[in-house]
């Protein structure tokens, strides 16, 4: 039995999520290889192969390689996959894309977004925006599963020094073409693995009025996260939505103002050690989950909160 | 052009899940049932493309029990121009599902699938690709704008980092985000006359599909609790009880 886990890079480093990933993937099977297609990226090989837990990198170049696409990943993916018993990946954007298009192929019932390897058959998925939690058992013979990166902790990620072979790749699908991305570029922690998220839902009423969230995140180096209902109201872009279709966040610390608590948000964020809820609406659904609730006019607390912080005058890193 | 919808009925966005004493799943009986909700986003965009005049024919197809027929008449309602329910008992997992929308599309030949881009009760995300890769077609997933170009969709799509943008030959995939459009309501005249348009029924069996699950489901259960907060009176209460209770600034 061994795990082969897909890793997601930009072509010079590893994504940090791909080290979440790791870990449950090593939980499976400790035979666990991680497969690196890209351009150029001998970098995000090396950095691979440095994590301790992975026992052998297979790296495939080719300039069709340089932005991912499912469909040219696959074939690749399908061509490598016949000496493992699991391919694994991450259950972000990324893998999601990604792994159904591979197991459909392979004719296995995909698992999607595990929070718990209980054997390597048996695994532990939210259902129903997690609100309730199952345990299911793949009687495939091999296993496609995505994994939620945020149940893990990140490997260890050096002092390993697992061997890096070049692999094959396959034809082109020339029926895709990636066109752009257009990222957003921050210098603040990402929302996916930030110590603190601050997010702002409808009650925030505009973009501008979210400089109140901004300034507290620039205090606290925190990240900033928003509720479908800000984000479908143009306050801030998709990239920031907590929830169930969004991301799933699980910070020491998350500050929900002006969010009310529709189960899809607490989907991506009921997880978190410590939930703070700031809302004029006394009966919000977000108290439920929230371990201090303050009922305040954000726009009174938020600037009073950003003197309290002052005053406790210390920097966080 | 012609676009097939796939739509899913689900237990409703608004309800609370209870999960059953015994384990085997959640609570489904006498709770308010409708179509997944980014499905409603895909057949409103197939409805809008026919409006536009880029596509001549809006079909609408559900896979599942008895009761499943009502998602189709409500796409029907919308604008949607005949529908087909593909009957199926049990569990369906999207592999089973995308097999059998694999033999609908060979027989009515569409130039676009729209779905979805998950179901908000298994959330497994998986039925459009698993359905682009039995067909080799290109899948556009997460899509939140889609320009109907000549032979071609460009499709942009949310993406952890922020916006993607590809361009996909038809025939071709499309799971929609929830950001996609607004669906449309449906009127109470163009709800009777959803009643008179064709619906065609056909079942996995005839399909030659087998759809028994090739996933044990074990158990389910709550997610473990919460222990209950408490109000804070003030926000230098709130941060003090961070700082020194909690510790996390």
């Known amino acids: ?317 | 052009m012609k676009i097939l919808v796939a739509v899913k009925r689900v237990i409703d966005y608004n309800v609370q899940i209870r999960v059953k004493e015994d384990g085997s799943g959640v609570v489904t009986d006498n709770v308010k049932m409708s179509t997944n909700p980014p499905d409603d986003n895909a057949v409103e965009e197939a409805v809008k493309i026919k409006e536009a005049g880029k596509a001549t024919e809006v079909v609408a197809i559900t896979v599942g029990e008895e009761k499943a027929q009502e998602t189709v008449r409500k796409a029907l309602a919308v604008g949607a121009d005949r529908g087909i329910h593909v009957k199926a008992e049990g569990i369906l997992e999207p592999l089973a599902v995308s097999k059998i929308l694999q033999k609908v599309v060979e027989k009515e030949k569409p130039d676009l699938v729209f779905m979805g881009k998950q179901a908000i009760d298994d959330d497994c995300n998986q039925t459009g690709q698993m359905l682009a890769a039995l067909l080799n077609w290109p899948q556009a997933t997460f899509a939140s704008k889609i320009d109907v170009k000549d032979k071609s969709l460009e499709v942009t799509r949310e993406v952890d980092e922020g916006l993607e943008t590809i361009s996909v030959n038809v025939p071709a995939i499309v799971t929609c985000d929830l950001r996609l459009n607004e669906p449309r309501y449906a009127s109470l005249p163009n709800i009777m006359k959803a009643k008179k348009k064709p619906l065609e029924q056909l079942s996995a069996t005839d399909l030659g599909i087998d759809t028994k699950p090739r996933i044990e489901q074990i158990k389910v259960e709550e997610p473990p609790k919460r222990k209950a907060g408490i109000k804070v009176g003030s926000v230098s209460e709130l941060v003090q009880k961070l700082k020194n209770e909690a510790k996390v600034i």
């Open chain 1, 1 to 317: 039995m061994s795990v082969l886990l897909i890793a997601e890079h930009n072509n010079k480093e590893l994504k940090p999520f791909t080290l979440n990933a790791i870990t449950a993937a090593s939980q499976i099977d400790q035979d666990l290889h991680v497969l690196v297609i890209g351009h150029n990226a001998d970098n995000a090989a090396k950095a691979a192969s440095s994590v301790p837990l992975v026992k052998k990198v297979i790296q495939i170049d080719n300039s069709i390689y340089e932005n991912y696409l499912a469909e040219n990943f696959t074939p690749v993916i399908i061509k490598h996959a016949e000496n493992y018993s699991h391919i694994v990946c991450s259950a972000n954007t990324f893998g999601k894309n990604l792994m159904p298009r591979i197991a459909a192929l392979m004719d296995c019932s995909q698992i999607s977004d595990i929070i718990k390897v209980v054997s390597p058959d048996t695994f532990l998925r939210p259902i129903y925006a997690g609100n309730a939690f199952a345990t299911v058992k793949s009687n495939d013979k091999k296993k496609c599963v995505t994994i939620r990166p945020t149940s893990f902790d990140a490997a260890p990620s050096d002092g390993g020094t697992a061997e890096i072979i070049k692999g094959d790749g396959a034809d082109e699908f020339t029926l895709t073409k990636f066109v752009k991305k257009e990222e957003i570029k921050s210098d603040r922690p990402e929302l996916g693995t930030a110590r603190i998220v601050i997010s702002g839902g409808r009650g925030m009423q505009s973009g501008d009025n979210f400089k109140l969230i901004t300034a507290i995140a620039d205090k606290l180096n925190a990240a900033i996260g928003a509720s479908r209902a800000a984000v479908d109201a143009g306050y801030i872009t998709n990239d920031h939505q907590v929830g169930q279709t969004g991301k799933v966040v699980v910070p020491d610390l998350y500050i929900a103002v002006g969010i009310s608590g529709a189960i899809q948000h607490l989907a991506g964020m009921k997880e978190s050690k410590v939930i703070v809820a700031i809302n004029k609406d006394g009966e919000a659904p977000i108290f439920s989950v929230a371990d201090y609730g303050l009922e305040a006019d954000l726009f009174e607390a938020l600037p009073q909160f950003l003197e309290e912080l002052n005053k406790l005058n210390t920097i966080q890193k």
